[in-house]
């Protein structure tokens, strides 16, 4: 069955610092797809990244990049020089065929 | 402007009073989808749809309905609300079948309260 694992329920981070978001996921399908979305305080979810699981190169957004490692099943968010702004909920996703799994996602604060 | 709009955005109702949350996107997105939200589970798949007229289960549609008579709605039902469907609901979008890669756009949210 698929599973999608976020191991970090809350972080603490300095301003400028770098972050690294876990995800590690589970499947047997060969062709899946990684999201990362964005939850504020105000509810809405933001869209920030998407890996394929054939896709050679590690996508990248921006500060936003996707740290994907095939054989072991992860999928980690790194977000460059943190920003007050992304202070968030940070919820990873695996989307194969027409289904969709969340993880239970990770609460990062950014400390001025 | 592009976007998934829900309503209402907060009900407060009482166990067994049948209520719809509504849901229209103005994408001409063939994918629709419901999720509930809480704490320390994320997000939650209740129901989805691939085109209008076909619908599927998530991996959390008791006590839900939905239908898709057209392309932009997406209501859920629920026929007899109890208090563990107290939640945030979300509404999402996308185009493109099973295979497509795009993201979701999500409506803003629905806070229903179940006393």
């Known amino acids: 069955a698929q599973k999608i694992t976020q191991t970090q329920p809350g972080m603490f981070v300095q301003e400028k610092e770098a972050v690294t978001l876990d995800c590690t996921y589970d499947?047997?399908?060969?062709?899946?797809?990684l999201f990362w979305y964005k939850q504020p305080s105000s509810g809405e979810m933001i869209f920030l990244i998407y890996?394929?699981?054939?896709?050679?190169q590690n996508a990248t957004e921006g500060r936003y990049s996707l740290n994907f490692q095939k054989a072991r099943k992860s999928a980690n968010l790194v977000i460059s020089a943190s920003q007050l702004g992304d202070s968030a909920m940070y919820f990873c996703a695996m989307k194969w065929a027409s289904k969709i799994i969340f993880g239970s996602g990770t609460r990062l604060s950014i400390r001025p | 402007e592009a976007q998934v709009t829900q309503n209402p955005r907060y009900l407060i109702t009482v166990t067994g009073k049948k209520l719809t949350v509504t849901c229209s996107q103005n994408?001409?997105?063939?994918?629709m989808s419901w999720y509930r939200q809480d704490p320390g589970l994320g997000l939650r798949q209740i129901y989805y749809s691939m085109n209008v007229e076909a619908t599927d289960k998530g991996d959390v549609p008791e006590g839900y309905k939905v239908s898709r008579k057209e392309k932009r709605n997406f209501p859920l039902i629920l026929e007899s609300p109890s208090p563990n469907q107290t939640s945030l609901y979300f509404c999402a979008s996308r185009p493109g079948g099973s295979n497509s890669n795009q993201p979701q756009h999500f409506g803003d949210g629905t806070r229903l309260s179940i006393l």
């Open positions: 890996q394929g699981s054939y896709d050679q």
């Open positions: 499947t047997s399908d060969p062709s899946y797809g």
């Open positions: 994408m001409n997105h063939e994918y």
